[in-house]
């Protein structure tokens, strides 16, 4: 069956460092993959999504990078901030007419000053 | 746009009692999903509808679960009888259409006593 797991429940690093979550999947074959933001008591929020195609997509301080060889996603946030503490989650998603999208348990990233 | 709202936004109910969560989609977005969110599982699909038509009802756990899509604008995750193990927080999330990025509502917080 389809399984994605990310890296750890929970990563803690120091303001100004870069944080990187890990996002790997197996039994998949997904044609583009979604990060996404979820703070305490909120839905998640997009911000990101690349294609099978695509080895890099960058937004501001945010890096995606998809290895389909690997089976892996990274997702990097550079120069990190106390506000960049949140829960971050990965959803591998099917192209075509299936277009169901599945998340990881996700990686609560904490940002310490 | 005020984007995807539900409700309501939390809900308590005792063992037994049918709940229905409800769910407005943006306009436009062709694609509903119902995901539920609890600490040992994540975040797991349901249902989605694609144009009013359910595709894939896979994830709903049991026959105690329905859902429906009237009209675009609309749709219900019915819960009868519901039992405390369905305690959980509910999300719908709207596509504006498959393959692209989701846009979530806040949740319904469902506690079952």
């Known amino acids: 069956s389809q399984k994605i797991e990310q890296n750890s429940e929970a990563l803690n690093i120091q303001e100004g460092k870069t944080a990187t979550l890990t996002c790997n999947y197996t039994n998949y074959s997904p044609a583009y993959l979604q990060w996404y933001r979820q703070d305490p008591g909120r839905g998640p929020v997009f911000l990101l999504l690349i294609r099978e195609n695509e080895k890099e997509k960058r937004k501001e301080r945010l890096k995606v990078t998809f290895d389909t060889t690997l089976k892996q996603s990274l997702f990097h946030i550079t120069a990190s901030q106390p506000a960049d503490s949140a829960t971050y989650l990965c959803?591998?998603?099917?192209?075509?007419?299936?277009?169901?999208?599945?998340f990881g348990k996700g990686t609560k990233l904490s940002v310490k000053p | 746009d005020a984007g995807v709202i539900q409700s309501p936004r939390h809900e308590v109910t005792e063992m037994g009692q049918e709940v229905t969560l409800r769910c407005k989609p943006i306009s436009g977005h062709n694609s509903l999903f119902w995901y539920r969110q609890t600490m040992m599982r994540g975040l797991e699909l349901l249902i989605y509808?694609?144009?009013?038509?359910?595709?894939?009802d896979s994830g709903m756990p049991e026959d105690r679960f329905s859902a429906k899509m009237p009209n675009a604008s609309f749709s219900t995750l019915k819960i009868q009888p519901s039992e405390p193990r369905d305690s959980a927080v509910y999300f719908c999330a709207t596509f504006r259409m498959m393959n692209t990025e989701a846009f979530f509502g806040q949740g319904t917080r469902l506690t079952v006593v």
């Open positions: 959803a591998p998603g099917k192209g075509g007419s299936q277009g169901n999208l599945i």
């Open positions: 509808f694609n144009n009013n038509v359910p595709i894939d």
